[in-house]
């Protein structure tokens, strides 16, 4: 008995001092970025910068890398300053929470309006520390962009404690003055950007993008169509959803062909993903999801077939996808490489614009959590 005592202690005496290790799988990164917007009168020129610069924006950010891997970009969309908001609340909305749906984004985008306003920078960004998912892993880059161009410090809420309270969550805050880079400083927006170790920009609000077709447009267009069809509802969101991916489409090519292309390469990254409402999307993620679909709402040719006629026409929609992106990147890489080459060829002043500002401070602040682009 004592000998089998002995050996117990010596056992639990090993466990102890020899614990054994579960290899957990590293968090995925994530960049989370909020875009607060000024939509009084005045800010006409803006919201069209942030319409046709969009895509842009997350295509350079979905290049990101931290530790070799991709992150996932989420967008939060805020607007303030308007007198059709509610007085009460600041006249501050919020558009949209963080989401990793662009095409939600880009719809809110375009149905904003501007009127007024009273333009309370710190009540929005208060608003939006409180309000947003933010995620609370260190790894992730958490940003906030305000725009506008009334004084900084205007409204009952200090921007002061606002932007303090932002950054001690690790919300970085950076601040966009539409208007003269002194008149920016002179108006408090520089000290917000620097309370929540931001960077602080001015910008031209009504600098137009200097639209370059390519010989190779309509090509990317036609390949972009073919890509639509790929997608497949099999949920009643999906009608929805599908319709917004087309109107968006719309929506780019109505601001500039460049826009357009902006987004159809976006939609060739691993980032543009419909999980929630595509099928070939959704089965890649989990293949149970061919026990959720509504038959009612799949095309014609796909309802009434069986499980397995069902996965190997999902395979065949996988397959012919991967055939369209990959034209769709090669065509794109042409249009890159040509639109470049002509910018060169006719070089121009560089102009003070939305997506300029935000992507050097995000490139910037994103080295702090190790990320490359």
Known sequence: MQRFLSLFLLLSLMA??????QNTPPSKPKIQVALMLDTSNSMDGLIDQAKSQLWKMVNELATAKQNDQIPDIE?????????GLSGREGFVRQVSNLTTDLDKISEELFALKTNGGSEYCGWVIKDGVH????DSSDKTLKIIFIAGNEPFDQGPKDYRKSCKNAIEQGIIINTIFCGSYQSGINSKWQDGAYLAEGKYFNIDPNVKETRIPTPFDTTIIRLNSELNKTYIGFNQQAVGYKSRQ????ANAASMSVNNMRERA?????????NASWDLVDAYEKDDKVLDEVEEEVLP???????KQELKDKIQALKEERAQILKKLKDTESKARKYEEKVRQSTPQAEKNTLDKAMMKAIKSQAKKKNYHF
């Not at 309000?131 to 933010?134: A, E």
């Not at 087309?246 to 489409?249: E, L, P, S, W």
């Open 246 to 249: 087309t109107i968006q489409d």
């Open 300 to 306: 014609e040719d796909l309802k009434n077939l069986t």
């Open 75 to 83: 967008i939060a969309l805020y607007e303030y300053g308007n007198d």
């Open 131 to 134: 309000q947003l998912d933010w």
């Open 16 to 21: 102890f001092t020899h614990p054994v290790t």
């Open 265 to 273: 390469a976006f939609k060739s990254k691993k980032q543009y993903n």
